[in-house]
């Protein structure tokens, strides 16, 4: 049931569109700008529904009740926070370097909302299924650095310059042993199409045969989404809130939407390398494939608040510390161990 | 083990996660409040002998107290309190002899603008049956005025209300 | 041979979330890497000692609830004994265990608050918000007490202000048998915590002379592992009919003194134990003359307050009022050394500094 809901709305669009005569090219077109809007819909709609988990979950761990006013059980708040926040001031300190300052609120959705086009949400419902897709969602991820430190170094705060300069020591030495962990996946299953990736764990999620990679990925993935414990970028306790100190109204909810939206992309990325994406576990087929890959990717996003809400903040020598002295030489004992595995079980004939 | 703390850290937040919240939904539902609870004040003026011993056990000079003699008597006819100077240290309850100022449970007391903080908890005229003998008090409080302790200015602003 | 660059300043608060309050550090930063710590205390000033001068002897009582208002009660103790002292009174034998009860009970609710905001410092709300849970029904205890939940202004000149109403030690009581499931519950969760640790282990070392030389006192004293407790070293009130530990520390660390303040609120719960089983009947206030005008002469007395040594020293002309009040106020004093330990530490080695040090602005600026 519902299994192809998604696939026969494309197709029934694109029916519809060649019945009116539309030519090829045009319905093309048409077809990717109704799947870009989707996907933004699909990142709004999950960011706002995050934070509100996400603030009911800190409240539940802390004996709190949480938002439970606004809408039915306060579904509705992170809603009339946005309205609130869109309907305040922006705010342009006088040290600020304007252009700078403005564009980082500006673009800093974008590398999260690209990194979401190739993936794959069920069985055939990638928007664009890439042979590279794992490269470049990588690629596109990364590039959140850069405007982070944008929007540190145009707020012309000592507070952001401090964040910033974390932000850039952090991404960049932890994007490594992101990768590293990735790379014993990719060896096994030979390819870079996140769809195939996916059907090669029908037997086995990776998390399985690839267990030290899924920890090394899940460590490095909560500094890339810049969460507690490594979470130095906003550091509320010792730098306020780092390259977002300055940054008031829509800017700031720019600022907070992406960092859940960079939760979401790791934790899909969890999902697809590590806990076989939209297969079913058990062969529970009855359920369509997008629920179980929903479910998957909302028990990694619980995970990250839970821990989250449990833990202290790492010091940023220490950080950098474990990145290159823990995480980076685990991850290359990884690729090794996997290599020698894989030529045994090759040399048996398995 | 390295390690073990930190699991032990998820357990704890786990179990508080399940269990029962311990914040009140305030205005639905409220917390009693303690018989001694030092809330808004209360006057009984009836009781009030007038005798200016809650004005002077206040640290922050809160009460500001008018009163006339009425027959052999001392008479209440106006009790301020200036409560945004207040700490609610309850010095002045403690050293009411009389029983006639108390504490409420009222902890709403808050107003949009300061001049409306100030808590008037008597106001009220003077029994008028012997003219005579008010005219003499008047002047009696008039004269008394600088001796007690606050009411200076409030001795005139009596007088002149009554003239 | 690493790059040396510029030197930059840093203003740390006095509008920070972690500096407990309107503190003020200016940092000359090299990178993350402080090299001078200047603090900069004041901006709570209200000039408690000059306003005593304006008031009666009891209508101090309510202003020192404001020092130190996380241990109110104690703060209050530390003036009540001093004038008691100018005056020679003797204060009955149920005000004494009275005393200690809340005393000890305010010095719980203030080691709350300062593990609490230590793991919030260190980046761990949840902590700050368990121990906050707790230290309500502290607070809760002291409203039905006083009627006030941290402005108690419980204590009299020769007693205290009511006897424990109906209901107290009961409610008291459970508290204390739930104190040592929540120590170590914060325990699991804060102590226990490997980042934390990481975080908090040889920070700040505060070596044992150092320790002595800077008068620290109060467990950032006890963390250096000097073991000096006026309770037990030189008892007031009734303090020397209990039996409890003063919990050491051994490396000075962050981490130690924050474990002392941890295993000091189970000795706490242990002198509130004994003192409710040993607590008299009898009057809660000696017999005092209405007007309050000790001799000419002075008076100082110190207590163990849940930060540190609070002397206070009261001088009387005769008249109703004091003629001079000082506080010995150990947040302040404590403070002392923040710009020796801060330097070499990077910022969040600061806020951990600052927090394990456990200050009160409202006593640090008085």
């Known amino acids: 049931m519902g299994e192809n809901i998604f696939l026969n709305i494309a197709s029934w669009i694109r029916g519809l569109l060649d019945s009116i005569g539309v030519p090829l090219l045009a319905s093309d077109i048409i077809m990717m700008i109704v799947k870009a809007s989707a996907i933004i819909v699909f990142i709004s709609l999950n960011v706002i529904w995050l934070v509100l988990m996400e603030r009911k979950i800190s409240a539940y761990i802390q004996c709190r009740i949480g938002p439970n006013r606004v809408g039915p059980k306060g579904t509705l708040q992170t809603v009339a926070d946005v309205i609130k926040l869109m309907t305040k001031e922006f705010l342009i300190p006088r040290s600020a370097d304007k252009v700078i300052y403005l564009l980082a609120p500006l673009v800093v959705f974008a590398p999260p909302t690209l990194a979401f086009a190739v993936v794959p949400w069920g069985d055939g419902m990638a928007a664009i299924d890439m042979g590279i897709g794992v490269f470049y969602l990588i690629a596109v991820t990364s590039l959140s650095t850069i405007i982070f430190w944008m929007g540190a170094w145009g707020s012309g705060n000592k507070y952001s310059l401090v964040g910033g300069m974390r932000v850039v020591a952090q991404m960049v030495s932890y994007e490594l042993p992101l990768v590293l962990a990735l790379l014993g996946v990719i060896m096994i299953t030979g390819t870079l199409n996140m769809s195939e990736i996916v059907e090669a764990q029908k037997n086995v999620w990776f998390i399985f045969t690839q267990p030290l990679a899924f920890l090394i990925y899940f460590i490095a993935g909560v500094s890339e989404a810049n969460r507690t414990p490594f979470d130095l970028v906003e550091a509320e306790s010792e730098i306020i809130a780092g390259p977002y100190t300055e940054y008031s109204g829509m800017g700031y909810a720019m600022f907070m939407l992406t960092e859940y939206a960079s939760v979401l992309v790791i934790s899909i990325m969890c999902t697809i390398m590590f806990l076989g994406g939209w297969l079913a576990p058990f062969g529970w087929t009855f359920l369509p494939s997008w629920f179980w890959f929903f479910l998957k990717v909302y028990v990694m996003i619980f995970l990250f608040m839970w821990i989250r809400w449990t833990y202290p903040r790492i010091r940023v020598d220490q950080l950098m510390g474990f990145g290159w002295k823990v995480l980076v030489p685990l991850s290359l004992a990884n690729i090794f161990v996997t290599g020698i595995g894989m030529y045994v079980y090759r040399s048996i004939g398995w | 083990m390295f390690g073990k703390g930190l699991i032990k850290g998820l357990q704890i ?130 004269k008394k005025a600088p001796a007690p302790k606050k009411p200076a200015g409030a001795g005139s602003e009596a007088a002149a209300g009554k003239s | 041979m690493a790059i040396q660059t510029q030197t930059y300043f840093l203003n740390l608060g006095p509008q920070h979330p972690s500096t407990h309050g309107v503190f003020r550090v200016i940092l000359e930063l090299d990178g993350e890497v402080v090299v001078r ?38 703060m209050n103790w530390g003036y009540v004994e001093a004038v008691e002292k100018l005056m020679g009174i003797e204060v009955p034998e149920r005000a004494q265990y009275i005393r200690v009860i809340v005393g000890e009970l305010s010095r719980i609710a203030s080691h709350l608050m300062a593990i ?74 804060i102590t226990g915590n490997e980042i934390f640790q990481a975080r908090t282990k040889f ?164």
């Open chain 2, 13 to 142: 937040t786990w179990r508080e996660m399940l269990a029962q919240k311990v914040t009140v939904q305030y205005p639905d539902e409220q917390i009693p409040l303690p018989d001694r609870y030092h809330g808004r004040f209360e006057l009984d003026a009836d009781k009030c002998i007038a005798c200016m011993l809650c004005a002077n056990a206040c640290p922050n000079k809160v009460i500001q107290i008018e009163r006339t003699r009425v027959g052999k008597k001392q008479y209440l006819t106006k009790y301020v309190m200036r409560i945004e100077y207040c700490m609610f240290c309850g010095l002045c309850v403690e050293s009411c002899n009389q029983d006639a100022l108390r504490f409420s449970k009222v902890f709403n007391m808050n107003q949009y603008f300061r001049s409306r903080v100030r808590l008037t908890l008597a106001d009220r005229p003077a029994p008028a049956e012997e003219p005579a003998e008010e005219a003499g008090s008047e002047q009696e409080a008039k």
């Open chain 3, 37 to 74: 710590a200047i603090p900069v205390p004041g901006y709570l000033h209200r000039g408690v000692e000059k306003l005593a001068e304006a008031r009666t002897y009891t209508q101090v009582i309510p202003y020192t609830d404001r020092l130190d208002y996380l241990a109110n009660m104690l």
């Open chain 3, 116 to 189: 609490g905001s230590y793991a919030g410092d260190i980046g761990g709300l949840t902590g700050f918000l368990y121990t906050f849970r707790d230290r309500e029904r502290i607070l809760d205890l002291f409203e039905m007490l006083t009627g006030s939940r941290m402005t108690v202004s419980y204590f009299r000149i020769g007693g205290v202000a009511d006897d424990l109403p109906e209901g107290f030690i009961p409610l008291l009581q459970k508290f204390l048998a739930d104190l040592p499931g929540l120590c170590d519950e914060y325990d699991g969760l």
């Open chain 3, 203 to 366: 920070v700040g070392v505060i070596p044992p002379e150092k320790a002595i030389n800077y008068s620290l006192s109060g467990p950032n004293l006890r963390g250096s592992g000097v073991n000096f407790d006026l309770r037990k070293n030189r008892p007031y009130g009734i303090y020397d009919r209990f039996d409890f530990e003063v919990p050491l520390g051994k490396n000075g660390d962050c981490f130690d003194r924050f474990v002392c303040r941890m295993k000091e609120m189970r000795q706490s719960a242990r002198i509130i134990q004994q003192a409710l089983d040993g607590l008299p009947e009898g009057p809660i206030q000696a017999k005092v003359p209405k007007v309050i005008k000790p001799p000419v002469g002075e008076a100082y007395t110190e207590i163990e307050s849940s930060k540190g040594i609070f002397g206070c020293y009261v001088v009387s002309d005769g008249s109703n009022k004091p003629y001079r009040v000082h506080f010995r106020r150990p947040s302040f004093i404590n403070l002392g050394c923040l710009a020796e330990l801060c330097v070499g530490w990077k910022i969040a080695d600061v806020i951990a500094i600052l927090g394990s040090l456990d200050i009160v602005l409202g006593e640090v600026d008085c």
